[in-house]
């Protein structure tokens, strides 16, 4: 998982507590597993292992939706605009500002406990998605299908959750700019290199 390297930064930041489940009122859930005789541990292990096995298949489902859109209508439009490069990147900046009214209202993915909220949060979120839109959009052109973005679009969603239940939430909401979240800087940055390598070919090819 990406968020290992957040977690290799921060090994502080790691905890199976159950503090994520309690601040987030799951007391129930939690009393739940112990009377079952799971741990939060070991739950979490069953969770992981669910979200690499069938996690994205789930999650295209809600995914589909924006990738035909994204990556089947604007990506395509934009590109002929303003060529491979330029819309890719204008197409991921677009993607990101969709989720700006959230950011702004809820905290959406970084929370409200950083400096610079919630421009620091609206600029972070559009870094995340024109490299994860590069990834999504390559997967679109060599299969000419939105199902299959789709698939690593659920991925990267499904991936989200998982590592900050596995962090603990009074340390963790002053550092979700960097993770554990797949949209961190630190989580994201194996997203953030493979983009960065396909736009780079792209700009070769353009040349």
């Not at 700006?100 to 421009?119: A, N, Q, S, V």
């Not at 596995?166 to 194996?190: D, K, M």
Request: with cysteine; net charge neutral; hydrophobic share 45%.
């Amino acid at each position: 998982m990406r968020a290992v390297l957040y977690f290799v930064i921060f090994p502080s930041h790691f905890d199976v507590s159950g503090a994520y489940f309690a601040e987030n009122g799951q007391e129930a859930a939690l009393e739940q597993l112990e009377t079952l005789g799971v741990t939060y541990g070991q739950q979490m292990l069953i969770s992981s292992i669910s979200a690499i096995a069938y996690g994205p298949l789930l999650n295209m489902i809600f995914a589909v939706g924006e990738e035909a859109g994204w990556r089947g209508y604007m990506y395509p439009v934009l590109k002929e605009r303003f060529g491979r490069v330029g819309g890719s990147i204008f197409g991921g900046i677009i993607w990101g500002m969709w989720h700006w009214p959230m950011i702004l209202l809820t905290g959406y993915e970084y929370g409200k406990d950083y400096k610079g909220f919630p421009i620091v949060g609206m600029v972070s979120f559009c870094v995340c998605t024109v490299f994860l839109g590069v990834l999504c959009d390559y997967v679109y052109e060599k299969s000419k299908c939105t199902w299959y973005p789709a698939i690593l679009h659920g991925a990267f969603n499904g991936a989200a959750t998982i590592p900050l239940a596995l962090a603990a939430p009074s340390v963790v909401a002053a550092t979700r700019l960097l993770g554990p979240a797949p949209n961190g800087y630190i989580a994201g940055l194996p997203i953030y290199i493979v983009g960065a390598v396909i736009l780079w070919k792209m700009k070769e090819k353009r040349g």
